[in-house]
């Protein structure tokens, strides 16, 4: 551990369990006091992993921790995290992370309103309207660090014809919600170049393996199609201690980490992850 985060101030999304919660490990484990944002406090009725777990295993590594249980599809719960954060942290967030999405794959010609608006609500809205909330004591600070999470599935497919074979057939609605939060990415980066303020999102290159999605597509992946937790966490962890030049980009994690010859780290940074980028 090297303690780089130590005096700043992290929120993240989407914490009970899977990416988001290995993120708030790893940055608590830097030193960062971290608020940890998710829809309930204990288990879900059928994924491991819980909000109280997480805010524990942070609590562990020696840093003030904020457990805010909140509704991010409802504008009302999504307006009270910042502040809850800052008040329960004790100052203005310096690193937001931008974890919490929905992912309910369908068909688009089948695909329910209901569920189109509450994909949209979460996966683009709810960013938005955090990076809004804390952007202005970012710029007055002239640093600041805002990193959201893509998805692969925001790429167009070649074709025709078109290979959508497995998940590919249906997530293209999920994958365009990343589309428009990678948009919004670069397009808020732009306009805050200069602020100190970095935006950028990243995406894993091959599949994490969060208890989710084991879940729905862990029996279709091979070997070579899964990157470990520490690889996803370690790339996010860098966008969070970036210099103000890296901004508006949109990164794949183990590319990111090659390209930047990072060493990936077990949650805890205390030691190097034993399998680099497998798990």
């Not at 504008?75 to 992370?97: F, H, M, T, Y």
């Not at 002239?142 to 497995?166: M, Q, R, T, Y």
């Not at 999102?201 to 520490?230: C, F, K, N, W, Y």
């Amino acid at each position: 551990m090297t303690a780089r985060l130590a005096g700043r101030r992290a929120l993240v999304t989407g914490a009970s369990r899977g990416i988001g919660a290995g993120i708030a490990e790893r940055l608590a484990s830097e030193g960062a006091a971290v608020a940890l944002v998710a829809r309930t406090l204990d288990h879900h009725a059928v994924l491991a992993g819980s909000l109280r777990e997480t805010a524990e295993r942070c609590r562990s590594l020696g840093v003030d921790v904020a457990v805010i249980v909140a509704d991010l599809t409802r504008d009302d719960e999504r307006d009270r995290v910042v502040p809850e954060a800052v008040e329960a942290l004790g100052g203005p967030i310096d690193i937001l992370v931008n974890n919490a999405a929905a992912a309910i794959y369908d068909r688009i010609d089948g695909y329910p309103r209901k569920r189109r608006r509450l994909m949209v609500e979460l996966n683009v809205h709810c960013p938005v309207d955090l990076a809004q909330a804390v952007l202005a004591d970012m710029t007055a600070r002239g640093e600041g660090w805002i990193v959201n999470l893509s998805s692969a599935s925001s790429h167009h497919p070649d074709g025709p014809p078109f290979d959508l074979g497995g998940v590919r057939g249906v997530y293209g609605y999920y994958g365009a919600t990343k589309a428009m939060l990678n948009r919004i990415t670069t397009a808020m980066a732009s306009e805050l170049h200069g602020t100190g303020v970095r935006v950028n999102t990243v995406e894993p290159r091959a599949a994490v393996l969060s208890e989710g999605a084991d879940q729905l597509v862990g029996h279709q992946l091979s070997a070579d199609q899964i990157e470990s937790m520490e690889a996803m966490c370690e790339a996010v962890l860098w966008l969070c201690d970036c210099g103000p030049d890296h901004t508006g980009a949109l990164e794949s994690s183990i590319d990111l980490l090659e390209r930047e010859a990072v060493t990936v780290m077990n949650l805890q940074g205390s030691a190097a992850h034993p399998n680099g980028y497998r798990p």
